[in-house]
């Protein structure tokens, strides 16, 4: 009796303390920080873990989806744990905060800052980080601003660091990457380009701002007819009395390759697919015949005149004429000889 009674005060002590045996997790936190409702790069913010005491103080930038204001960090957590994010802005205290209630890869946790001097777009200088320096803002512009194939596009610098201290531009244009506050480029193709610039102050404080842009084709250049593939050709054929021919013979050659034969039908017509480009035609019934060259760009209906067939008449045999007179003057003679002869004549 006194061994259970042990046991049960040892499990009842064992559920009251907290559990030693838990195991911090990795949580990984991230989110967008907005100035007067507009995601704003260069802003120093500082997350805390308020039950751990662990801190990082971070610089909102562009991430991989081109998305402005952006944070990311990581902390070891355990479960309840409170992250806080908190920023100072024209000495104004924000904060935002998070509870831990399960373990998840990463946890959203935004920040909306209100200043009472708007960042609407004219001086867009982010504030001091811890160190006292200020991150600079990419920015550029491009001229044509409607560029087309092969035009030479100026793209200039127009990022702005309140130190003046920006010391690294670096260009990336169709994978090209080049280095300047001015560039040129031209493109070989039309359509929609990524140009990325990313500066970089003399205490390595980055900013990217990247812009598409679309490159028309050449406006002059001449642009070829679309030929189709293949073409639906009706053949008619007829004789010289305008009559319908059916069962007339149709040969399509490619050159001197015959590449297709068909029959008119009843109604002497045929139909047949061919691609587009020149041929040579031949119809025929009995000793009828037509042959022509045509060219074929579209779907057309051909009507063929049939005609009589040329037959060479086959030379006179003269010499059996003059054969027969030379024999019949001989015969005459005899006659007239055997005649006279007999007439006493000579």
Do not use: C
Not at 17 to 23: E, F, H, M, N, R
Not at 125 to 146: I, V
Not at 198 to 222: A, C, G, R, W
Not at 252 to 270: C, D, E, K, Q, R
């Amino acid at each position: 009796m006194k061994k259970i009674t042990t046991l049960l005060l040892f499990l009842i002590v064992i559920s009251l303390l907290p559990a030693a045996t838990a195991i911090p997790q990795p949580q990984g936190v991230g989110g967008i920080v907005y100035l007067n409702n507009v995601a704003t790069n260069g802003l120093t913010i500082t997350l805390i873990n308020t039950n751990t005491g662990e801190e990082h103080v971070v610089i909102t930038q562009k991430n991989e989806q081109n998305q402005n204001g952006f944070y990311a960090a990581t902390f070891s957590v355990m479960k309840n744990d409170e992250i806080q994010i908190v920023a100072t802005y024209n000495n104004h205290f924000y904060s935002n905060s998070v509870k831990i209630t399960e373990y998840i890869p990463t946890i959203w946790l935004n920040l909306s800052i209100i200043a009472s001097e708007p960042h609407d777009g004219g001086d867009h200088t982010p504030p001091p980080d811890a160190q006292g320096n200020h991150p600079p803002s990419a920015n550029f512009t491009f001229l044509p601003l409607q560029p087309s194939v092969n035009d030479t596009i100026v793209f200039r610098d127009k990022s702005i660091d309140a130190d003046k201290d920006i010391v690294s531009w670096t260009w990336t244009i169709d994978g090209e990457s080049m280095t300047g506050k001015i560039v040129t480029y031209s493109f070989a193709k039309p359509g929609n380009h990524v140009v990325t610039l990313v500066v970089l102050d003399i205490n390595n404080s980055m900013s990217i701002e990247q812009k598409t842009l679309f490159i028309l084709p050449i406006s002059n250049q001449p642009i070829p007819p679309v030929m189709p593939s293949n073409l639906t050709i009706h053949f008619q054929v007829i004789d010289k009395w305008s009559n319908k021919v059916p069962g007339a013979i149709v040969e399509i050659y490619n050159g001197s390759v015959l590449i297709a034969t068909a029959h008119t039908n009843g109604t002497g017509i045929v139909q047949t697919v061919i691609p587009a480009g020149t041929y040579r035609i031949r119809v025929y019934y009995g000793t009828m015949e037509s042959i022509d060259t045509y060219t074929f760009s579209n779907d057309e209906t051909v009507v063929f005149l049939l005609a009589q067939k040329d037959t060479p008449k086959p030379p006179e045999d003269n010499t059996l004429i003059i054969a027969g007179g030379v024999g019949g003057v001989i015969a005459a003679i005899s006659v007239i000889l055997i005649v006279g002869r007999l007439k006493g004549w000579i």
